[in-house]
């Protein structure tokens, strides 16, 4: 047994996974270098499979069937599930660091239900097609106890070069933000994507100008960096790409394009 | 004189620009590597002294200044300058070629009163603060004879690998595209850094997320690299973060997150 010595006792650890997504699957893949992947939960066992096979752990469908000898369970469901598990597992697994994984979820959604509560969220879009470059992605860490919580920032730092500690609330905020500079530019790509199939116009085309944007958004202040028609109050522009939109039956884009003018067209007023 | 032999006056050719903006300010110093740059226009005699001096033109504030003997007179300006610049300059320079570099703007613009008309529209965002990559940067040419547009083609291929004879309509989608996938995207960074600046959170946490999204939305359909509480419909995130915005009293930014979600959401829907 190496567990319960201190902190020595995260140099190897065991760890089980609840969650057999994107997250789950990055995270059992940069675990597994260091420690020992236990069991990967997941409803349907045949996701679980999937990932376990991977990381040769055991692959599970019932909660019943947690192994309770082990140093930490990640729970890596959506947001809106984290509260059901935790309150189904807790009394499997009562003695076990259990971390979620979420942005949003306060770590009080675990501690409600179980005393060794803690978070390691990683700031970053997963996906199964891509590889997660772990050493740029920054890593949060809370825990409820100093312990718990050295425990998981030394599994972050095997991970990241980038592990902060940070509060439920700071988490928060860092999600929301995340919401806006990630999941909202991939719904204007997806846009852009349409508009141009709409003309049989190739997608690709668009790369560069993509690349560029969030390069220099990164490497200046994105307020500095914006050009376009909104930006220049080019109000014949706007109109005319409002009427292509229209004239195309696309009045869920035309209200996106309104919104996102009104307030970029506010926003350089509010600069000058 | 080397013009007015065929195509090969197009070889090394004598360009005056008008306009001193970020477009014009990356094409001179693009087009003085093969080409002689004669007259930079700007309103502002200052702004056109700043980039003449870079490429060795000469900086004009008045169009009766313009210099007749030119291959070529680029106009690099807001689209909604565009039509009063061809209207004022054409009887100073009337058998000259002269093109325009914007995205929705027609050709026809500059037709109705100049019969050498022409369009070279590169798809990238500028900025005076970043070099740009030119070779990778798509340039779309468009002209009313076959052999200014010959001339406008050889110019974009000095300056690009990527060169696309496109029609003013086909033009005008793709910046419609652009405007969505540059500038609508910059302004969801703009609002994340606004979100973490009120919490006194570094946007430069924000970098690999940003630029993973761009990366992997250029590399697979943006539609399959959705993620984040709107694509998985999860109503209690959705709710948390609207009420995070609002609290804040930014309901301009609840505005965007709810009509961003609410489309995401139906499209999420509509792909299953």
Redesign the interface.
């Known amino acids: 047994m190496l567990r319960n010595r201190g902190l020595e006792w995260c140099l190897k650890m065991r760890i089980s996974l609840i969650g057999a997504g994107?997250v789950a699957y990055h995270l059992a893949h940069a675990l597994q270098q260091n420690h020992q992947l236990i069991q990967i939960f997941s409803r349907s066992l045949q996701k679980a499979q999937h990932v376990a096979e991977q990381v040769s752990a055991d692959a599970i469908d019932q909660f019943v069937q947690l192994n309770a000898d082990v140093d930490l369970i990640l729970i890596a469901v959506?947001?809106?599930a984290i509260a059901s598990v935790i309150e189904q597992i807790q009394s499997y697994v009562p003695n076990v660091l259990i971390a979620h994984t979420s942005g949003?979820?306060h770590i009080n959604v675990l501690n409600q239900y179980h005393v060794r509560s803690g978070v390691l969220y990683p700031?970053?879009?997963?996906?199964f097609?891509?590889q997660t470059?772990w050493k740029?992605?920054?890593l949060f860490v809370e825990a409820m106890t100093t312990q718990d919580q050295a425990c998981l920032q030394q599994l972050a730092n095997e991970l990241s070069e980038?592990v902060?500690l940070y509060s439920s609330e700071?988490r928060?905020?860092?999600?929301?933000?995340?919401?806006?500079?990630?999941?909202?530019?991939?719904?204007?790509?997806?846009?852009?994507?349409q508009?141009?199939e709409?003309?049989a116009?190739d997608?690709?085309?668009?790369?560069?100008?993509?690349?560029?944007?969030?390069?220099?958004?990164?490497?200046?202040?994105?307020?500095h960096?914006?050009?376009?028609?909104?930006?220049?109050g080019?109000?014949?522009?706007l109109n005319?790409?409002q009427k292509?939109?229209t004239d195309a039956q696309r009045h869920?884009?035309a209200?996106?394009?309104q919104?996102?003018s009104e307030?970029?067209l506010?926003?350089q007023q509010h600069l000058k």
């Open positions: 994107r959506s947001d809106q949003s979820t700031l970053q879009t997963f996906s097609e891509r470059d740029n992605t920054p980038r902060y700071q928060l905020s860092l999600h929301l933000a995340a919401v806006f500079a990630c999941n909202f530019s991939n719904y204007c790509y997806d846009i852009a994507n508009v141009l709409a003309q116009v997608f690709s085309l668009l790369a560069p100008l993509i690349l560029e944007t969030a390069h220099k958004a990164t490497q200046n202040r994105p307020e960096m914006q050009t376009g028609p909104a930006m220049r080019d109000v014949n522009i005319m790409h292509c939109l869920d884009f209200k996106v394009y919104l996102m307030q970029i506010q926003r």
